[in-house]
């Protein structure tokens, strides 16, 4: 059971396991899910009625990951964390923004036990609770304080989705490992210069580095990943739809002829240690 404590305002109580129940010291509970997670959002953490990414964007990425796109990007993922001094099996690893849980179950396939993925679209949760039940999954939002006690875990993985740095920090063991995924400067360029009519090239990772060592982390290796794609039309729909890009419809009816391009797909990958 992964080191999770109450997402009550004012207590943080370690849950423990009690049959279908997680339960604190206090008395506050929270039931297991019908689909397999842990349901620890509380009001504050709910901007809207369905938070988190919307149902299309959850199921657009899904597909895009089945189709294959990103086989290549998880190969270069367990290279770099294979060549860590942690073990891929022996090591409590938290997925923040897990999405529907396919990028998790690619790379630690062999460690469920050892996974917790945290998101806050329960149409996410729920997809990968269901497709890898063998994990560990809870809706939560990983945007305020993540529901873990603190030096709990050994690797914090975010994949084009949240990264806290004060939490990440806070969770992590001493000499834990940080494994960031952000889009690289040249990622679907030419898809997004045929929809803006224009392709700028805008490069985060410094400021995220940056945000991340400021607030405790320091940098070991930071990798490339990048390869061409061709993406036939439902592939461009998804690909549109999971970056939310091509919002407007005068935008997308840019795409309405295109039925095949090749696109680049680019992602800056980061790995840090505490």
């Known amino acids: 059971m992964f080191p999770l404590r109450c997402s009550v305002r004012g207590c943080q109580g370690s849950l423990e396991r009690q049959d279908r ?25 709910r901007r809207s009625k369905n938070p988190g990414d ?18 290549g990007l998880v190969e270069a993922i367990k290279a770099i964390l294979a060549e860590t001094s942690l073990a891929m099996a022996a090591a409590p690893t938290i997925d923040l923004g897990c999405g529907e849980g396919s990028f998790g179950k690619a790379i630690f396939a062999d460690a469920p036990e050892q996974f917790c993925g945290f998101d806050l679209s329960k149409r996410a949760v729920r997809l990968a609770a269901r497709h890898w039940p063998e994990a560990n999954w809870v809706l939560a939002n990983a945007d305020r304080v993540l529901p873990l006690a603190d030096q709990s875990v050994c690797r914090v993985i975010s994949l084009f989705g949240r990264r806290p740095a004060g939490e990440i920090v806070r969770v992590l063991e001493d000499g834990g490992l940080c ?9 679907l360029i030419e898809l997004r210069e045929q929809v803006q009519l224009s392709g700028h090239r805008r490069s985060r990772t410094e400021a995220i580095i940056g945000e991340l ?17 061709r993406l036939d039309k439902d592939a461009i729909e998804d690909a549109l739809a999971m970056t939310y ?5 005068s935008q997308n009816a840019r795409l309405a002829e295109v039925d095949a391009m090749m696109v680049t797909l680019h992602a800056d990958l980061l790995l840090l240690r505490k």
Do not use: K
């Not at 129940?21 to 009001?43: I, K, M, V, W």
């Not at 060592?213 to 940098?219: E, F, K, P, V």
């Open 179 to 187: 494994l960031i995924a952000v889009p690289g400067q040249d990622d």
């Open 245 to 249: 890009r091509a919002v407007r419809n």
């Open 54 to 71: 919307s149902d299309t964007a959850v199921l657009a990425r899904q597909r895009w990951v089945q189709r294959g796109h990103m086989q």
């Open 21 to 45: 129940s997680l339960r604190c010291p206090a008395g506050h509970t929270f039931d297991l899910a019908r689909e397999g997670y842990f349901n620890l959002t509380q009001p504050q953490d």
């Open 213 to 229: 060592t400021d607030a405790g982390l320091q940098l070991v290796e930071h990798r490339c990943w990048t390869h061409a794609e």
